[in-house]
């Protein structure tokens, strides 16, 4: 929302690009048992880093929900402080 003090843009796979169930091969060549979901955000330094500490105050609010979804298996949030970039990865089952 334009209100909101960091960017944020979800990447998943479509439902119907999921893979079925067991090892998949995609592109014939790659394997996988797990998908993840990613949400990446652009924080700005402006104000002590506020905006990544709204972004960490918005994900731990929402993390027992996101973690108790059935096929979750780990959620991770990575920083890059050279790029300003927050992302949290979700690993599925497939």
């Known amino acids: 929302?334009?209100?909101?003090?960091?960017?944020c843009r979800s990447s998943f796979?479509?439902?119907?690009?999921?893979?079925?169930p067991g090892a998949t091969a995609a592109m014939g060549?790659?394997?996988?048992?797990?998908?993840?979901?990613?949400w990446?955000?652009?924080?700005?330094?402006?104000?002590?880093?506020a905006s990544l500490m709204?972004?960490?105050?918005l994900l731990e609010e929402?993390?027992?929900e996101l973690s108790s979804l059935e096929g979750v298996q780990s959620v991770q949030r990575v920083v890059c402080g050279g790029?300003?970039?927050?992302?949290?990865?979700?690993?599925?089952t497939q």
């Open 1 to 7: 929302p334009a209100s909101s003090p960091f960017l």
């Open 13 to 20: 796979v479509p439902r119907r690009a999921r893979p079925g």
């Open 29 to 38: 060549f790659v394997k996988f048992e797990n998908i993840a979901r990613e």
């Open 40 to 49: 990446r955000c652009k924080w700005s330094a402006d104000s002590d880093n």
């Open 54 to 57: 709204a972004a960490q105050a």
């Open 62 to 64: 929402v993390l027992p």
């Open 83 to 92: 790029c300003l970039d927050l992302k949290v990865v979700t690993k599925l």
